[in-house]
């Protein structure tokens, strides 16, 4: 048997996005998407935006900057890959510029070196040429620059 959607009010659904919001920041990507699966007119949408931009439960710059941290040190992600997932979501150049400088340069370089150093311990591979592959593979895939990564394996490797 079909039962149509539960409609919803506006004030309903803002109360419902500022909850969402309050419990991790999000981008305006993800606020879209879950508006979308509520169902709503655009002009409802577009109103429920704006309450959240004037409330500052939506701020593009805080969720940057919470993204860059969080994946850096949780996920231990290089710098490349947090670009690239920001600009994913749709994050301004400015915002990105901004996150990045969250990410201090020596922890940065100590968190390199330590989990290339981990993971080519951790690779079981026989053949040299295929160890250092797989461990430039796995550093690239990560978002590590690709001079660094390449000026490790040489380390690493004799």
């Known amino acids: 048997m079909y039962h149509a959607p539960e409609s919803i009010t506006v004030t309903e659904a803002i109360k419902k996005m500022e909850r969402y919001c309050a419990y991790q920041d999000r981008c305006h990507k993800d606020i ?35 993204f860059a941290r969080g994946k850096f040190r949780i996920k231990k992600w290089g710098k490349q890959r947090i670009i690239r997932e920001l600009k994913f979501r ?14 201090p340069e020596d922890q940065y370089l100590a968190t390199f070196h330590a989990l290339a150093e981990k993971k080519f311990d951790a690779i079981t591979e026989t053949n040299i040429h295929k160890k250092k592959k797989k461990l430039i593979d796995y550093l690239l895939y990560r978002g590590w620059e690709s001079q660094l990564v390449f000026e490790k394996v040489k380390e690493l490797t004799p």
Request: charged share 30%; aromatic share 6%; glycine share 0%.
């Open 32 to 66: 879209e998407a879950k508006l979308v699966t509520m169902r709503l007119i655009p002009e409802a949408k577009e109103q429920i935006i704006l309450h959240l931009l004037k409330h500052d439960f939506l701020n593009e710059e805080r969720f940057a900057r919470s």
């Open 90 to 103: 749709q994050t301004s150049a400015y915002c990105i510029k901004i996150a990045l400088q969250e990410i």
